[in-house]
């Protein structure tokens, strides 16, 4: 597509819930990042996928946390049992070889209430 | 540990005035810096990127340098208007194979009045 599309643009779950966010990157970009951005606070990095390699899982924050990403393209992440604390932006990213840049899509609003 | 830094956190100015946006990071050792704008409840937009071995990139009203030993970056805007309002973030990418993730500042929040 033209963009990264991510789905759903908001969401407004229980707390106790498992969440599933769907990033879409840009066709032929190998690389997909997710990232979170919590009120107030600068963008932390949550997890990378690169072609056929082993995700950079570091910064994903505890193991409620999970993400995939089938075929090299659409990633999913899954917040399972959500915490009043995971209340943020997620931002997916895609891109190639430096030196070009990413490229983000509008973000997905997680509530928990 | 690398840590961005961006001064100020939020910046009012009338419409036509020129400003300066900073950045500052604690690791020289990178392989890019690339700047970012954030309007409300949106994504992030690619602005400038800079590689590690240049001094500047421009794009119309916007300048944005790098002075890589010192660990500065500004984004100068020149002629300011009302649709520049936004938050810009500072990003920076670690020497590596060319993947990497960004560390980013927590943006600074711009207002231009009319």
């Known amino acids: 597509g033209a963009g990264v599309s991510q789905s759903p643009s908001n969401k407004v779950t229980e707390k106790g819930k498992d969440v599933e966010l769907r990033c879409d990157p840009i066709?032929?970009?190998?690389?997909l990042y997710w990232y979170r951005q919590s009120l107030g606070q600068g963008l932390e990095f949550l997890i990378y996928?690169?072609?056929?390699?082993?995700?950079?899982k570091s910064g994903l924050p505890s193991d409620r946390f999970s993400a995939e990403r089938t075929g090299g393209s659409v990633s999913t992440l899954t917040i399972q049992r959500t915490q009043q604390e995971d209340s943020a932006v997620y931002l997916c990213?895609?891109?190639?070889?430096?030196?070009?840049?990413?490229?983000f899509g509008s973000g997905t609003r997680l509530t928990v209430v | 540990k690398q840590e961005v830094t961006q001064i100020p956190a939020a910046l009012s100015v009338p419409e036509g005035e020129n400003l300066v946006l900073n950045c500052s990071f604690t690791?020289?050792?990178?392989?890019?810096l690339q700047w970012f704008r954030q309007d409300p409840g949106k994504g992030l937009t690619s602005l400038l990127l800079?590689?590690?071995?240049?001094r500047e990139q421009t794009s119309g009203r916007l300048n944005a340098s790098l002075d890589k030993s010192s660990g500065r970056s500004t984004l100068y805007i020149a002629a300011s208007q009302p649709g520049d309002s936004a938050t810009y973030l500072c990003?920076?990418?670690?020497?590596?194979?060319?993947?990497?993730?960004?560390?980013f500042g927590k943006g600074t929040m711009l207002l231009v009045s009319p």
């Open positions: 690791d020289s050792a990178i392989y890019n």
């Open positions: 066709s032929g970009h190998t690389a």
């Open positions: 990213a895609s891109g190639n070889r430096a030196p070009y840049g990413y490229t």
């Open positions: 990003a920076v990418g670690p020497l590596g194979s060319g993947y990497s993730t960004l560390t």
């Open positions: 996928f690169q072609g056929n390699s082993a995700p950079d």
């Open positions: 800079i590689q590690s071995s240049q």
